[in-house]
């Protein structure tokens, strides 16, 4: 089973349009982490979220913790080609030293 | 410049022979991670080490070894590469364990025959 369970898998918006990528776990969040990657290469770190009820804004990107640390979501707003790629949540979840992630979101911004 | 890098990028082989892929770091991390990616599984960890001397498996450990004898390189060793190791992998390094970043390497694409 998934420790971390991303939700949509895949999204194909319009180029200015909103969009909202999910991600939840059964267990606390002791540390979530948003990651974007180009298709094929490696893992660029977008942002880290620790504290319930947190929110951290980089450029066009917002991402959420919420209040039960359990779901986070990360929000584009007035999305843009270079917004494509995979977006990938990894979390620290106590249950050791061991770090999980999510399946990933496949974004596709149609110009 | 901060870097983790991995060799090779690419790799083709055959099963049963004995291979590795070798990571290396210059910002003194002590935390190392192995994953694989594979397509509707995202990435799944393989091994990890906390500092020299000190790995532990991860999620999918079966089938692939890891040192860490420096603190700078952490070689993934596969002793008789199958199919099903066929994957995209990377390695990442961070400063320790918890509530920190994870610095990932370009990742190797192996195919093994």
């Known amino acids: 089973s998934q420790e971390l369970e991303q939700s949509p898998q895949s999204l194909i918006v319009q180029e200015g349009k909103n969009l909202t990528i999910n991600c939840t776990s059964s267990k606390t969040l002791y540390g979530l982490y948003w990651y974007k990657q180009k298709y094929g290469e490696g893992l660029i770190f977008l942002m880290m979220l620790q504290k319930g009820g947190e929110e951290k804004s980089h450029e066009k990107i917002t991402a959420k913790l919420d209040e039960k640390k359990q779901q986070s979501s990360l929000h584009i707003t007035a999305s843009q080609p270079s917004h494509a790629g995979i977006y990938l949540c990894g979390a620290d979840l106590n249950t050791g030293n061991q770090f999980y992630f999510g399946t990933g979101t496949s974004l596709t911004v149609i110009p | 410049e901060a870097q983790v890098t991995q060799n090779p990028r690419y790799l083709i082989t055959v099963t049963g022979k004995k291979l590795t892929v070798t990571c290396s770091q210059n910002?003194?991390?002590?935390?190392m991670s192995w994953y694989r990616q594979d397509p509707g599984l995202g990435l799944r960890q393989i091994y990890y080490s906390m500092n020299v001397e000190a790995t532990d498996k991860g999620d999918v450990p079966e089938g692939y070894k890891v040192s860490r004898k420096e603190k700078r390189n952490f070689p993934l060793i596969l002793e008789s590469p199958s199919p099903n190791q066929t994957s995209l992998y990377f390695c990442?390094?961070?400063?320790?364990?918890?509530?920190?970043?994870?610095?990932f390497g370009p990742g190797t694409r192996l195919l093994v025959l």
């Open positions: 910002m003194n991390h002590e935390y």
């Open positions: 990442a390094s961070s400063l320790s364990y918890s509530s920190e970043t994870q610095y």
